[in-house]
């Protein structure tokens, strides 16, 4: 101990002693009201403890079903408003998708949409965690070009500072394209790929399938990049355990490159996974990638090659879901053989 400290104990004692001595005629008067002081502390701290104790309980306590379904309904009030704020506050603060969750609704500022939730089901809750399935159609009123969308989902919820947030929302199991007077357009995944810009381009690439195993099952475009997703015949949006996906790019060579693909993937699965990764890079535009006990995602391998051609760039992936890739080098020189 110093001799600051040591000084500074001996003159609180003095003063001590010295107050005590000044008021020997007044003691037990001030002991009466030191007592009934101290004891109206003790009462004050004990009940502050139970009302600690009673919060606690009731952060900890099961959701009514309302309370939940006010969530969501708060979450796409803000977003049709497009005020941000009020709808990251619908966000929890925990969760993995929270940064690019912003930037995803700031994107989304430049539309004007009507959006509507229905067939609220609470498919699981606790203390810790409900599940609620949902379905929600979205239909553009003003803004760029925008594909009205009917989609079932699920969104998990979490207590964050005991209020109820949305945690995660799991992958769409079903997307129903809408027309603008909100009927479903019955076109299949050709009759949407014939309308493309790009789509000659990506199936002129010679694609080394077993006949009649695969079929194209989505396709989508915008302005400087496109996506086909093929399937096995056997499978479907709603469950399936394989999936070869090309990505085009045109002039993506000068913007972007190869090596610049990479790096990209690498970091963005990096920053949006929260499951054990193992991201591996190989020469000729290769690399492969494993995920696995993610909050969100299933469970994952993928081989992929990023090539150049005519400075437009291409990404051609095989990915499985729940289950490896036994036959990752037949799959590797089929990727090698696609020019």
Not at 35 to 42: G, P, Q
Not at 46 to 66: M, Y
Not at 212 to 222: P, T
């Amino acid at each position: 101990m110093g001799m600051k400290k040591v000084l500074g104990i001996m003159f609180v004692l003095f003063i001590s002693l010295f107050i005590a001595a000044c008021s020997n005629d007044s003691d037990n008067a001030n002991q009466k009201t030191d007592d009934a002081e101290a004891s109206k502390e003790v009462n004050d701290a004990e009940e502050n403890e139970k009302d600690e104790a009673e919060a606690s309980e009731e952060e900890k306590a099961v959701p009514e079903d309302e309370e939940l379904f006010a969530v969501l309904e708060a979450n796409l009030e803000a977003l049709t408003e497009n005020d941000l704020e009020a709808y990251m506050d619908t966000v929890h603060s925990e969760s993995p998708l929270y940064d690019t969750t912003r930037t995803t609704i700031e994107q989304l500022s430049v539309y004007t949409l009507d959006m509507e939730l229905f067939d609220l089901v609470v498919e699981e809750k606790s203390e810790e965690e409900a599940t609620i399935s949902y379905k929600q159609t979205t239909m553009k009123v003003d803004g760029p070009d925008f594909a009205n969308n009917e989609t079932h989902g699920v969104h998990v919820l979490r207590p964050d500072d005991g209020t109820w947030k949305i945690y995660s929302s799991e992958e769409p199991s079903e997307i129903i394209m809408l027309d603008e007077n909100g009927e479903v357009i019955e076109e299949t995944a050709d009759d949407i790929a014939a309308e493309g810009v790009y789509i000659d381009t990506i199936t002129s690439l010679e694609i080394p399938f077993d006949e009649g195993k695969w079929e194209l099952e989505n396709y989508e475009e915008a302005e400087g990049e496109a996506t086909a997703e093929f399937l096995l015949v056997d499978e479907d949006q709603t469950n399936f355990t394989e999936l070869f996906t090309i990505h085009y790019y045109p002039d993506g060579d000068e913007l972007l490159g190869v090596e610049g693909f990479i790096e990209m993937m690498e970091v963005n699965l990096t920053e949006m996974t929260t499951g054990e990764l193992e991201f591996n890079s190989a020469e000729e535009g290769f690399f492969d990638f494993s995920l696995t006990e993610d909050d969100i995602q299933l469970d994952q391998e993928e081989v992929a090659r990023v090539f150049a051609k005519d400075n437009d760039l291409y990404v051609i992936r095989y990915t499985t879901f729940e289950k490896i890739i036994e036959n990752k080098d037949e799959w590797t020189d089929k990727l090698k053989s696609i020019q």
